[in-house]
């Protein structure tokens, strides 16, 4: 008994500090601005006096199927934990995101993790009131109310101070933002919907890469664009390449540069897939494409109103989408790499991030190595503001 007892208080410590930290970082990084953003680090941090009350009184079961549930529990509780976790990270900190509940698909997740972290916490609770000796129906039943009276309370408190929260930042009325129009009474475009580039944009393209958890390089790449004509420049740092790559097109004229080489003329049909977003609408983001995307719900990122999409993509439609990902991974094939791209819809029915990661195979970049993953996040803003491309210097 004694050492069942201790490893289950390991898995309710392990719960007390999954949910300290995504307490801390709702608590910490939540400030999108709106009136409550205090207490919905507070309230989050409810779920925490819960695992606590599993780690002071576990639930010990002495049958040899009750004791593998209780730590199926909290197993079932880490694992919707840890990965949620982390999607709170990018979402709050990468995607700039100011939603923390978007949709019911992101709220899910967190809704499993508390149920099973109150029912873990709950047998214990019984137990307790009740004492080893009373029947195990009584038990049951008992820890199974307790959960369910703690998972309601701790979930609609949550649920409801982060839902007025961001609406009541959804109403407020807010400066022009750089992602799009901030106010109107219409909601994006459907996920399916028509979607469009903007006539000009600001390109902004992050893009990383690592084999076996090992970083492989990075690419930022920073421009602008008006209609077809874009101008940009990109800092490659990897083990297969180092320096600064640029395209430009202005009409019918086109111009690249490489390391260690000034800006040089060259055809056109060399530099038409480096056209960033536009490159990315019409490989990876077509309408068959988007047929069959997930809706993640509308956030508020810069002030700016936006659905979240998210689609499935092989490694080849992310290459041909994202042609700058060569700089890291060399010609490797990436045809059995799978991975999603998320996308952001605003209010003028145009593109204005993009964001993902694909993963697979990763011997043909490093030899031995198991695993390769390239994520990227790409913004385009500022768009339809008045711009011009002028053509690189000698």
Do not use: K
């Not at 009184?57 to 549930?69: E, H, K, L």
Request: net charge neutral.
């Amino acid at each position: 008994m004694r050492v069942r007892r201790f490893e289950l208080r390991l898995i309710a410590v392990a719960l007390v500090a999954c949910w300290s930290v995504a307490a801390a970082l709702v608590l910490l990084a939540y400030r999108p601005g709106g009136p409550f953003d205090l207490i919905v680090g507070l309230t989050a941090m409810t779920p925490i006096a819960i695992a606590l009350a599993g780690a002071i009184w576990p639930p010990v079961a002495r049958g040899d199927t009750a004791f593998p549930v209780m730590v199926s529990l909290g197993v079932i509780a880490l694992l919707c934990l840890v990965p949620s976790i982390a999607g709170v990270v990018t979402q709050l900190l990468a995607y700039g995101s100011r939603t923390l509940l978007p949709s019911a698909e992101a709220a899910y997740p967190w809704m499993l993790a508390l149920l099973a972290t109150s029912l873990f916490s709950g047998f214990g609770i019984a137990r307790r009131v009740q004492g080893g000796s009373a029947l195990r129906r009584h038990r049951l039943l008992g820890g199974v109310a307790i959960a369910l009276l703690l998972t309601a309370l701790s979930g609609t408190a949550v649920a409801a101070v982060a839902v007025t929260n961001d609406l009541a930042l959804r109403d407020a009325p807010a400066a022009a933002s750089r992602f799009g129009p901030t106010s109107g009474d219409d909601q994006p475009p459907l996920c399916d919907g028509p979607l469009a580039a903007g006539t000009t944009a600001r390109l902004e393209l992050h893009m990383n890469a690592a084999v076996d958890l090992r970083p492989l390089g990075s690419v930022d790449l920073a421009g602008r664009r008006v209609g077809n004509d874009f101008r940009w420049l990109a800092y490659v740092a990897s083990n297969r390449q180092l320096g600064q790559y640029g395209s430009a097109r202005v009409a019918d004229a086109a111009w690249t540069t490489a390391p260690g080489t000034a800006w040089q003329s060259a055809p056109p049909s060399l530099v038409s897939a480096d056209t960033v977003d536009l490159r990315a609408l019409e490989m990876a983001l077509t309408r068959d494409y988007r047929a069959t995307a997930e809706d993640r719900g509308l956030e508020v990122i810069e002030g700016a109103r936006a659905r979240r999409c998210r689609i499935a993509v092989d490694g080849r439609v992310f290459a041909d989408a994202f042609p700058q990902a060569v700089w890291l991974v060399g010609p490797a094939d990436l045809h059995r790499w799978r991975g999603q791209l998320d996308y952001w819809i605003f209010l003028d029915g145009q593109l204005g991030q993009v964001a993902g990661s694909v993963n697979g195979e990763a011997h043909e970049i490093v030899p031995d190595a198991l695993l390769g993953t390239i994520d990227l996040r790409l913004t385009a803003t500022e768009r339809g503001r008045d711009s011009v491309i002028y053509p690189p210097g000698p």
